[in-house]
Antibody, heavy 125, light 111 residues
Framework: QVQLQESGPGLVKPSETLSLTCTVS????????WNWIRQPPGKGLEWIGY???????KYNPSLKSRVTMSVDTSKNQLSLKLSSVTAADTAVYYC???????????????????WGRGTTVSVSS | QSVLTQPPSVSAAPGQKVTISCSGS????????VSWYQQLPRTAPKLLIF???KRPSGIPDRFSGSKSGTSATLGITGLQTGDEADYYC????????????FGGGTKLTVL
């Protein structure tokens, strides 16, 4: 079965760039979209954006100017970069597989069926 | 402040039924499908409901979902202490600032 594992530095200094990797095992990155989601301590979930295995992306408008997502199909890995971080970026960061299904009437639905365990990132000097 | 509105908390006794509402607008719930996720303490979210009302394999039929207009509802019957968790609704928002939108989450306490 497909498993996701986030990894990266647990501590990042203010104004620097947060860099995380999500390694996909037990399945291929190809043919799927992949979400990044975060959860500040004691708060709810926030969508950061998604990336298709081909490299096309869609970002949360509130984070768009600071976010870069990429994919390495040869390594079955996704990456997330968030620049100019502040304490407000302290959170648990999750990657999740995004399944999109076309309906019969031209529409579609989607859901996130596989999630990583998350990695905690603290922003502090 | 979340685009989708959920009650911060709900509670009920073991064996009872509870519903969790998720209120949105025509740009999100009104014209898109809703999924629901359960987050047990200190764990990653888990898919409970997709396409408004369908359950993935392995999710018991005690969990149900529905949608009407610009609101969605998660129902849980036969409550168990193991159901204590945070529950989130998610959908796509088709407004100018399009993207995934989450509810603020609802903490379920099984008394």
């Amino acid at each position: 079965q497909v498993q996701l594992q986030e990894s990266g530095p647990g501590l990042v200094k203010p104004s620097e760039t947060l860099s995380l990797t999500c390694t996909v095992s037990g399945g291929s990155i190809s043919s799927y979209y992949w979400n990044w989601i975060r959860q500040p301590p004691g708060k709810g979930l926030e969508w950061i954006g998604y990336i298709y295995y081909s490299g096309s992306t869609k970002y949360n408008p509130s984070l768009k100017s600071r976010v870069t997502m990429s994919v390495d199909t040869s390594k079955n890995q996704l990456s997330l970069k968030l620049s100019s971080v502040t304490a407000a970026d302290t959170a648990v960061y999750y990657c999740a597989r995004r399944v999109i299904v076309a309906t019969g009437n031209g529409g579609y639905y989607y859901y996130m069926d596989v999630w990583g365990r998350g990695t905690t990132v603290s922003v502090s000097s | 402040q979340s685009v989708l509105t959920q009650p911060p908390s709900v509670s009920a006794a073991p064996g009872q039924k509870v519903t969790i509402s998720c209120s949105g607008s025509s740009s999100n719930i009104g014209n898109n499908y809703v999924s629901w996720y359960q987050q047990l303490p200190r764990t990653a979210p888990k898919l409970l409901i997709f396409e408004n009302s369908k359950r993935p394999s392995g999710i018991p039929d005690r969990f149900s979902g529905s949608k009407s207009g610009t609101s969605a509802t998660l129902g849980i019957t036969g409550l168990q202490t193991g159901d204590e968790a945070d529950y989130y609704c998610v959908t796509w928002d088709s407004s100018a600032t399009s993207g995934d939108v989450f509810g603020g989450g609802t903490k379920l306490t099984v008394l």
